[in-house]
């Protein structure tokens, strides 16, 4: 009976390891792949962190040309603040195709400063409140930066639950994200 305790208690605790482990993993690989995009090192960030199958669709040096070409452009500084509140839906994993698939939601914080606009930065932050929503930006006078607060959708994948890859969803990109992210994940953006 005693063994049968202990047996039952290693199997629970080994259980509990190994899931705080793995959100662990999961976590520390989303930060260091934001990091990496926010540092503009987005070669890395692809090599590590990207879902190979986005590169069947769109090539990794295109991704990379054009995310280089957003967050370099000479007339728009823009900032991206490290993820906060990062949920990880350990519970719905879906298994697809050999992979693990798991859901994170979290908050973002963007920043943009238009430089030599002639728009009104009245007009633009009517502009920017349409896209991302009324209570989302606020446009900071001392600064000269829209402050964009943005909950993202992102589903990491992995073969070995060890390591991870990542897929910003967004319901304007259904029509590409639904050849190699399980419909689940699609279905919850509507």
Not at 52 to 61: A, L, R, S, T, W
């Amino acid at each position: 009976m005693t063994k049968n305790i202990f047996l039952l208690l290693f199997i629970l605790f080994s259980a509990l390891f190994f899931g705080q482990n793995f959100k662990t993993d999961v976590e520390n690989q989303f930060r260091d792949y934001n990091s990496l995009i926010s540092n503009k090192d987005f070669k890395k960030a692809m090599d590590l962190y990207a879902n190979e199958d986005f590169f069947k669709i769109v090539p990794k040096e295109q991704l990379i040309e054009m995310m280089g070409m957003v967050m370099n452009a000479p007339e728009m500084e823009f900032k991206m603040h490290p993820p906060e509140n990062i949920i990880i839906d350990e519970k719905n994993v879906v298994n697809e195709n050999g992979k693990k698939y798991l859901k994170l939601i979290y908050n973002q914080r963007l920043d943009m400063k238009f430089k030599d606009s002639k728009v009104k930065p009245q007009d633009l932050l009517s502009a920017l409140q349409g896209q991302f929503g009324y209570n989302q930006v606020r446009y900071n006078e001392k600064t000269d930066f829209f402050e964009i607060s943005t909950i993202k959708s992102t589903v990491a994948n992995s073969s070995d639950f060890k390591n991870w890859k990542f897929t910003v969803i967004e319901k304007k990109q259904i029509p590409i994200l639904k050849q190699f992210i399980p419909e689940k994940f699609l279905k919850e953006l509507n």
